[in-house]
Structures are given as structure tokens and as C-alpha cells.
């Protein structure tokens, strides 16, 4: 399965949204600005976590981003489906009832094909997988040195000619 790069890019801006809590709401810019990002490529991204409750923003010259709820109840899947959307990755067309298949009597199709049971199954605990994580789990497994040096970058950002 292959997810965009704006679900890496929405899940890393999260995790830094959390260790900035309590800092005020965040800019596109300056969170753009810390990964190297073209800011309307992030906003899209960051667009659509506001919409499915992930993130809120708040408008104008000192607005930006915030994360909605806390980091123990925002699942990776939470922001895997508000990036990437809820539809399945694998969809069944029924290409068994073409070719050899098109004369076949329905009753031979009164049940999904085996590919088709395989692929909801292994997505399903794949969905299951990242449900069960969330970005409190993904903050509890990185450095502190790295959440550090991220409030550092940020703080300084904020100070003039900083």
C-alpha cells in the first residue's frame, strides 16, 4: 500500500504541535519552514486536518495551528483517513465475470472471490494497526533530545531576527 508524503508530512506536523502546546497556534509558515515544505502544499495538507477535527486554526497574523484534542486521542489512522481519504485502498471490479467468467451462471458469484477476502483482510488489520496507535504512542517513542531541539528551532523562530 502507498500513502502520499502529505500523510508523513501531517503526521510529523502533529507530533510537533503537541510538544509545542501551550505556545499558541503555530503558522503554515513556520511550520513549512521547519521541514523544508512549500507552504501551499502543507496548508492542504494541514487544511484537511482541521476538517476532520485533528487540528483547529485559529485566523490572522498571529493564527495558525493547533492540535484540536489530545495527542492520546488522535490515532495515526485519524490522520491517515483525513489525509488520504476513507475509501479502500484495494477495490474489487469483478474482472472474474469478464472473458471466461462472463457466461458462468450467477450462483458461481454468490460469494467474494478469494483475492478479493484476502486483500479487505489484510487491509483491515493493517486499519486496525494504525487505529490503535495514536501520536501520544509516537511521542512516547521519540528522543527527547529530538522534541527538545524542535521547541528550540521553534522558540527561536519567535524572537527577533531569531
Known amino acids: 500500500m502507498r500513502m502520499s508524503e502529505g500523510v508523513e508530512w501531517g503526521l510529523h506536523c502533529c507530533v510537533t504541535l503537541a510538544w509545542l502546546e501551550g505556545e499558541g497556534p503555530v503558522s503554515t509558515a513556520r511550520l513549512a519552514a521547519s521541514f523544508e515544505l512549500p507552504q501551499a502544499y502543507l496548508n492542504k495538507r494541514l487544511q ?11 485566523p490572522g497574523a498571529r493564527g495558525g495551528f493547533r492540535l484540536a484534542r489530545p495527542p492520546e486521542r488522535i490515532s ?22 469478464k472473458g471466461s467468467g462472463a457466461e458462468a451462471p450467477d450462483r458461481e458469484y454468490g460469494r467474494p472471490c478469494g483475492i478479493s477476502t484476502a486483500m479487505r483482510k489484510a487491509e483491515l488489520a493493517w486499519r486496525r494497526e494504525l487505529a490503535a496507535q495514536t501520536l501520544a504512542d ?4 521519540t528522543p ?8 528550540r528551532w521553534f522558540a527561536s523562530e519567535r524572537t527577533p531576527g531569531g
Do not use: H, P, Q, Y
Open 48 to 58: 484537511a486536518l482541521v476538517r476532520a477535527g485533528i487540528l483547529s486554526s485559529t
Open 76 to 97: 495515526l489512522m485519524d490522520v491517515v483517513a483525513a489525509i488520504e481519504g476513507t475509501e479502500d485502498a484495494f477495490r474489487c471490479t469483478e474482472i472474474r465475470r
Open 138 to 141: 509516537v511521542i512516547a517513542g
Open 144 to 151: 527527547a533530545a529530538v522534541a527538545d531541539r524542535t521547541r
